[in-house]
């Protein structure tokens, strides 16, 4: 198995504080590795490492099967990002953007700027300059700097920040598209979960600068279980009700309102009937599978983690 990047217990410490504790990630060639954690949990500073813009304090970083070190511009060719908020010359054009960088990397190859453009959907700009974009087309322009000179790993910290939801599936679909066709490999991060369940082959979950877990996500989806869910107006009546009169325990409390129930061995109308029997009201009931979220959320605060 070909690894494009690993990290060996790498760690990062400003200030005396540790924000980054002797993470391990494996991504391996072609897959898209989704990365998960609540902010401030270390994602970026991560990305900062591998990409060298940031110095770790502890541990390596290997990319393409070589250690990266201060000296290693010539791997740092083969990759392209977007690391937060991306920045452009905003009085030029999205395509004199993309040729100036073409230019700084070394990237001749005519038709590639007119191809990566046109693969984030950003048509019809020539006599537009970056400073009148919307924040969505700067998002897509950043996309098209990060793939223009046809890297071979994408970095990509929350890079669907600022499109619609056409934007974000035609983005998804290009993530898609460049893994499974042209075997590029890519680590990005997204506060959106549902994206990352559509597209992840493996996700890392980091919190509080620990890497907490690193998993296929064919392997979570195996383990989704089916529940229902309620919206009731008593949640402290409903949790009574389900332990002492039902004699259910496999449930979990989302909220004030919100519980699901895990139990397959009580029918859903069984419950509803001796709710309402208890005077408890009903706002809706949905049967459901668990997701991502699901499971990060488990991670975080049932597995005695933080958030």
């Known amino acids: ?67 990266l070190t201060n000296h290693s511009y010539h791997l740092l060719g083969r990759m392209g990002t977007i690391i937060e908020y991306p920045i452009f010359y905003e009085k030029l054009t999205a395509k004199k953007n993309l040729e100036l960088h073409c230019e700084y990397m070394g990237f001749h190859e005519s038709k590639a700027i007119d191809e990566a453009l046109d693969l984030v959907h950003l048509k019809n700009v020539d006599d537009k300059l970056v400073k009148d974009f919307s924040l969505g087309m700067k998002q897509r322009l950043g996309i098209a700097r990060a793939i223009v000179t046809k890297p071979e790993l994408l ?70 279980t089916e529940f229902i869910e309620f919206v009731t107006n008593d949640c402290r009546k409903s949790v009574f009700v389900l332990e002492h009169i039902l004699k259910i325990t496999n449930f979990r409390v989302i909220d004030n309102r919100l519980i699901r129930v895990y139990d397959s061995s009580v029918p859903q109308s069984e419950i509803t009937k001796t709710f309402v029997l208890n005077d408890i009201i009903i706002e809706s009931i949905h049967k459901k599978n668990s997701s991502l979220e699901d499971h990060f959320l488990t991670l975080l605060n049932g597995g005695g983690i933080s958030a």
């Open 1 to 67: 198995m070909t690894y494009i990047v690993r990290t060996t217990q790498l760690t990062k410490t400003y200030m005396g504080k540790e924000v980054v504790s002797n993470v391990n990630m494996n991504i391996k060639k072609g897959e898209i590795y989704g990365f998960l954690g609540p902010n401030g949990a270390g994602k970026t500073t991560i990305m900062r490492m591998i990409t060298n813009l940031v110095k770790p304090t502890g541990g390596e970083i290997d990319l393409f099967g070589e250690k």
């Open 155 to 224: 970095i990509l910290d929350e890079p669907i920040n600022g499109l619609d939801p056409v934007g974000i599936k035609e983005i998804r679909d290009l993530f898609k598209l460049l893994s499974a066709e042209y075997g590029v490999t890519i680590l990005v991060s997204s506060h959106i979960l549902g994206e990352i369940e559509q597209i992840a082959d493996t996700i890392g979950v980091i919190n509080q600068g620990k890497l907490i877990e690193e998993v296929a996500m064919e392997q979570i989806r195996e383990k989704n």
